[in-house]
C-alpha cells in the first residue's frame, strides 16, 4: 500500500483514455486541465494502448489500487474501450463515466467485458435545455442509460454538475432518479476555479441544508468524506471539493492522463509524471513519486500555536 505524507493511502485511480469528446459542455474542465476537449476525429497517436493502461494499473494493483475509474474526454469515443475493461477486470474494480450518447449499443459488451458500474452525465431532463449545456442529444443518453440499467450495470449514477442556474433542476432530477430503478444522482459541485465562470459558484452548505432537509436518512461515505442522502426512493449523493479540505483529506485517488501521466490532484498540472517507456520498475517508482509528492489542495487550517 502506498500511503502519502498526509497518511492517505492510494487506493483509486482515475484514467482519461481520450481528450476527445463529442459534446461540447460549457462547464468542462477537461479532467483538470482546463483546456477544450478535442474533437472525436481528431488524431490520437498520443492516447495510451489498451497494453499501457493495463500495465499501469496492474503494478498500482499490486500496491494497493483497487479501483479505476475510466473517463475522458469521452471515452467511448474510443472503439477499444471494451478490449480496455476486458484487460483491466480481473486486477481490480472498473468503472466509467461517459456521456452516454454511445451507451446504448455498448453496454452489453461492456458488461460482459467485466465493467462493474457507469456514471452517466445527464445535467437536464429537458432536450432544448440538455443541448444547450452540453452541445449534444438529450434522447440518446436516455436510451443508452436505459441499455446499461437493462444489461445490469446498476446502480447506475446520473451525474449532475452543480451551478446557480442547475440548482431549478434538482427537484426534478431527485424525482425522476426516485422513480427509475436501479438510479442514483450524483451532484457534482461547480468547480469555478477550472471552468472560468466565476458567476456559477454556489453556496454548497445551502445544497446541504436542502437536500437534509428533504433526507429521511444521510451517511457519509468514506472516499472524499461525500455526504449520501435518500430522498424518497431516490438516493442523492454530494460531490463537494470546492475550498473542502476534509474532501482533500480523504481523497486515495491518483489520476492518469490520456497520455500516460500520473496526476497527483485534479487541481493541479505541474509535477505530472511520466510513465510512458518505463519497465514495471520504473511505472513503480513513478507511482512512489506521485503519491509521496502528493498534498491536498484545500489544507485544514492548524491552530495558531501559542506562545510559551
Ligand atoms: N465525457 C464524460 C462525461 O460526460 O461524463 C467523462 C468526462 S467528464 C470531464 C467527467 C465528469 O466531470 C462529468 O461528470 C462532468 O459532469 C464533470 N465536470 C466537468 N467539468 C466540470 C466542472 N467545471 N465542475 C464540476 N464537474 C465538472
Known amino acids: ?45 498520443d492516447e495510451m494502448t489498451p497494453r499501457e493502461i493495463e500495465r499501469i494499473v496492474r503494478v498500482a494493483s499490486e500496491v494497493g ?8 474526454g469521452e471515452p467511448l469515443v474510443r472503439g477499444d474501450v471494451e478490449e480496455i475493461v476486458r484487460r483491466l477486470s480481473p486486477l ?42 452540453r452541445g449534444g442529444q438529450l434522447a440518446p443518453v436516455l436510451r443508452g442509460v436505459k441499455a446499461a440499467l437493462d444489461a445490469g450495470l446498476a446502480p447506475l449514477k446520473l451525474n449532475l454538475v452543480l451551478y446557480k442556474e442547475a440548482l431549478r433542476r434538482l427537484d426534478e432530477m431527485i424525482e425522476y ?43 457519509q461515505r468514506e472516499m472524499h468524506h461525500r455526504r449520501r442522502y435518500r430522498i424518497g426512493e431516490a438516493w442523492v449523493e454530494l460531490v463537494d471539493p470546492v475550498n473542502n479540505s476534509d474532501f482533500c483529506m480523504n481523497c486515495h485517488r491518483v489520476r492518469v492522463t490520456h497520455d500516460g501521466h500520473l496526476k497527483g490532484c485534479i487541481n493541479r498540472n505541474d509535477g505530472l509524471v511520466a510513465t510512458r517507456g518505463l519497465d514495471d520498475e520504473g511505472l513503480l517508482a513513478a507511482l512512489r513519486r506521485v503519491v509521496a509528492e502528493r498534498a491536498p489542495f484545500y489544507r485544514p487550517v492548524l491552530p495558531t500555536p501559542r506562545a510559551v
Open 92 to 133: 481490480v474494480e472498473v468503472s466509467m463515466t461517459t456521456n452516454g450518447s454511445m451507451l446504448e449499443h455498448r453496454a452489453r459488451k461492456l458488461k460482459e467485458a467485466g465493467l462493474a458500474r457507469v456514471n452517466v452525465s445527464v445535467d437536464s431532463l429537458r432536450p432544448e435545455e440538455f443541448a444547450e449545456i
Open 177 to 219: 432518479v426516485g422513480r427509475t430503478a436501479g438510479l442514483e444522482l450524483q451532484l457534482i459541485q461547480f468547480m469555478p476555479e477550472m471552468a472560468w465562470q466565476k458567476a456559477h459558484a454556489i453556496d454548497i452548505r445551502e445544497v446541504h441544508e436542502r437536500l437534509a432537509r428533504l433526507a429521511s436518512e444521510s451517511v
Open 65 to 72: 489500487v483497487r479501483q479505476v475509474k475510466l473517463t475522458g
Open 1 to 45: 500500500m502506498l500511503v502519502d505524507a498526509y497518511g492517505r493511502p492510494l487506493t483509486d485511480l482515475r484514467i482519461s483514455v481520450t481528450e476527445r469528446c463529442n459534446f461540447r459542455c460549457f462547464y468542462c474542465h477537461n479532467e483538470g486541465q482546463g483546456t477544450p476537449v478535442a474533437s472525436p476525429g481528431a488524431p490520437h497517436g
